[in-house]
């Protein structure tokens, strides 16, 4: 394939619910979408999981748009693409960025499946029908909202919990949580909110049966967690300091973690999602797919790469319906008892909506 345009739209959707985290709170999502185009007029989507602010990770929005516009768009615009691994490799010698680097490498395996008249899920080597599914919950005003939420998505079917929990909204918490709900599979997600002296507290968390603790220490450390990880029994499973399979291969060496979770936009893509995927699959080492409070092209994405094997937990990829009045794909994604099936139509399988698109636009930008 050869890319003749490429279309950057930044969108603004407010979210239904706020969403809290140790590092601030979301109201919308206000993020780029990426649409490419090749020499026949076919399209590819992806969308940028770039946040506005540099508090998930050093990446933003506007960062996102320069190292596009300045930098990869011209890389890819007009250049003889076979397999979108070769993207990858005409990135490489481009430091970091792998949120803008990702949102390319997605769109030209989305356009890559539709080429091949496949699903994007198939061509990645998935091989489930339908994924389970699971909740993040923010920070809510009390633990008794928390327990609302969790009741409610409890009997909507979700298959894991995850609670985001911060100094002072930890122990607390889960000890209430765990007391009205003994069995469900929870975890929890503290973004980097703690550091090794906060060790008693965080083995405190070893006593309510948690799947894992997600990122509890800083967010470029692998050091640190390996020492944490050697004095809890609970499995520390990584987020923001996986950017590639060399970091996944470091963590897993030094022992900072026993589970992997496989943001695709923080790993510049598809391509290397799929290389941690089949290095952890022959090791055995639990995978799950998080998410960025993505719309309906992110998450169709996600949805696909959660078919391959290897996704053996479920992830955070839920409903749109829990995010947003409308979504931007249609059909929307729907979870059904803690499950979505994995579409079988060419590409992402979820068709875009360019009337909500429209809707949503607030500035785009055509290449050629
Ligand atoms: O996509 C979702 O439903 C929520 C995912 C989620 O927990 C996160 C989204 C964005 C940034 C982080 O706070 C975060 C995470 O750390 O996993
Ligand atoms: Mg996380």
């Known amino acids: 394939m050869k890319i003749k345009q ?82 990858a490799e005409k990135f490489a010698h481009i430091r970091g960025n792998y949120m803008a680097k990702a949102c390319l490498n ?16 198939s061509v990645l080597g998935g091989t489930k029908k339908i994924i389970d599914v699971g909740v993040s919950i923010g920070i809510k005003d009390s633990i008794e909202a928390t327990l609302d939420v969790i009741e409610q998505r409890r009997a909507e079917g979700y298959k894991r919990f995850k609670l985001k929990i911060k100094p002072g909204w930890d122990v607390e918490l889960i000890d209430k949580v765990r007391k009205v709900f003994p069995d469900i599979p929870l975890m929890a997600d503290a973004n980097s909110a703690y550091t090794l002296a906060d060790m008693n507290l965080l083995k405190a968390l070893d006593d309510y049966n948690l799947m894992m603790i997600e990122q509890p220490l800083a967010y470029n450390d692998i050091i640190d967690h390996a020492e944490l990880q050697a004095n809890l029994k609970t499995s520390i499973c990584l987020d923001e300091s996986i950017h590639s399979l060399e970091d996944t291969k470091k963590a897993l060496k030094l022992g900072s ?80 008892n803690g499950t979505i099936t994995v579409p079988t139509t060419p590409g992402m399988g979820y068709e875009v909506s360019m009337d909500k698109v429209k809707k949503y636009t607030l500035y785009s930008k055509t290449y050629r």
């Open 257 to 336: 973690c026993k589970i992997i979770n496989v943001k695709v936009g923080r790993v510049g893509g598809l391509t290397e999602a799929k290389k941690i995927h089949d290095y952890c699959l022959e090791r055995n080492v639990p995978l799950w797919c998080g998410g960025m409070l993505e719309a309906g092209v992110g998450r169709a994405h996600n949805i696909a790469m959660t078919a391959m094997p290897g996704f053996t937990l479920p992830g955070d990829t839920a409903g749109s319906s829990l995010y947003w009045a409308e979504d931007i794909i249609e059909p929307e994604v729907i979870a059904e």
């Open 106 to 121: 997605m769109a030209v395996w989305d356009l890559y499946a539709r080429e091949q008249n496949a699903s994007l899920a």
């Open 6 to 87: 490429v279309n950057l739209r930044h969108l603004k959707m407010d979210l239904l619910y706020p969403f809290v985290t140790s590092f601030g709170a979301e109201y919308d999502k206000d993020f780029i979408l990426v649409e490419i185009m090749n020499e026949d007029g076919l399209v590819g989507w992806a969308e940028n999981v770039a946040m506005p602010t540099p508090y998930y990770n050093e990446e933003t929005v506007k960062t996102n748009w320069h190292m596009l516009e300045d930098f990869l768009i011209p890389i890819l615009l007009n250049s003889e693409i076979h397999h979108p691994d070769e993207l």
